[in-house]
């Protein structure tokens, strides 16, 4: 692991820069009911969906969307999201929001859930989704999606958890299998969590020097990181702007392969999420594309 970069900024300017809500005025209640509003459609429109237990805690859960699928047909790829909420807000039931735009376009969609602070530590958060994804990989054939076709995003905590999920040579867990996951498209993200000590974001993470570190993916080796699309909303603050650019250079200069870095022109922190998959938009079309370029390996029908 290499030390990820100090922050430099003064606390009263973290705490406003690390805000996301203060692009907009503040109220960003309408975006989550939107979410909810949209999950709850995606529910009762879906044809295939079951809710999975991936874990013994109770918030180790997943809701996982299958599109249409010929028994000839090769297995559909799979869209795992992470939700966000600064690590400590939201769950999957309001995170479905992709999954129609997933299942009309042949792509399989599951959306978990974790264990949030300050019942669970970052660290702690990060072992749960790798085991997910983990999960996932194991029984991908039963369920009905190819397992070697995932592709991990995430909202903002949830794409830092996805980047997590990416890194190879991790000391405090086992690698993931091979190739596990295929690619990331990684949304308003936050790679570098060492800005947040001394903001009232960190009341209840209890990050220190030392934990931030452990869980910043700005700070590690990103050799075998997986193709990624590093994207965020033209209508966000400097900071959050700042660290994904700085993500999508690091993985660059490594020599890491990514498909693309995306400002979505009009998007806020909290709307540019609902382009994840969906057509006609640069996310949504790059996402798409990500898939498109994964080779099929499995054609084992359910």
Not at 240 to 261: H, I, N, P, W
Not at 268 to 290: E, K, Q
Request: with cysteine; proline share 6%.
């Amino acid at each position: 692991m290499t030390q990820a970069s100090k922050h430099t900024l003064s606390a009263e300017v973290r705490e406003r820069e690390y805000s996301p809500s203060s692009c907009i005025g503040g109220n960003y209640a309408p975006y989550i009911e939107e979410y909810a509003t949209l999950s709850k459609a995606a529910l009762n429109s879906a044809s295939r969906h079951v809710e999975l237990a991936y874990g013994s805690a109770a918030a180790h859960t997943l809701d996982l969307f299958l599109p249409e699928h010929g028994d000839s047909e090769p297995l559909p790829p799979l869209l795992l999201f992470i939700h966000g909420g600064y690590w400590q807000e939201l769950s999957k039931t309001s995170s479905l929001f992709a999954a129609p735009d997933c299942t009309q376009a042949g792509i399989a969609f599951a959306a978990i859930d974790y264990t949030l602070a300050p019942q669970a530590s970052v660290h702690d958060m990060v072992l749960e989704c790798r085991k997910a994804l983990r999960w996932l990989h194991q029984h991908g054939e039963e369920l009905g999606f190819d397992p070697q076709r995932i592709i991990v995003a995430g909202s903002s905590a949830g794409a830092h958890l996805a980047a997590m999920c990416c890194l190879r040579g991790w000391k405090d867990d086992a690698d993931l299998p091979a190739g596990t996951p295929a690619a990331a498209v990684l949304v308003s993200g936050i790679y570098d969590l060492q800005p947040l000590i001394g903001t009232s974001i960190n009341e209840a993470l209890s990050l220190d020097e030392s934990s931030a570190l452990t869980v910043s993916p700005q700070g590690f080796d990103l050799t075998g990181f997986p193709p990624s699309i590093i994207s965020w909303g033209e209508i966000e603050t400097s900071e959050f702007k700042r660290q994904s650019q700085a993500f999508a250079e690091l993985l660059d200069a490594m020599s890491v392969q990514y498909g693309t870095s995306i400002e979505m022109p009009a998007r806020n922190h909290f709307n540019v999420i609902l382009d994840l998959a969906r057509p006609n938009t640069s996310l949504g079309d790059a996402t798409r594309a990500l898939f498109a370029s994964l080779p099929v390996t499995s054609t084992r029908s359910k």
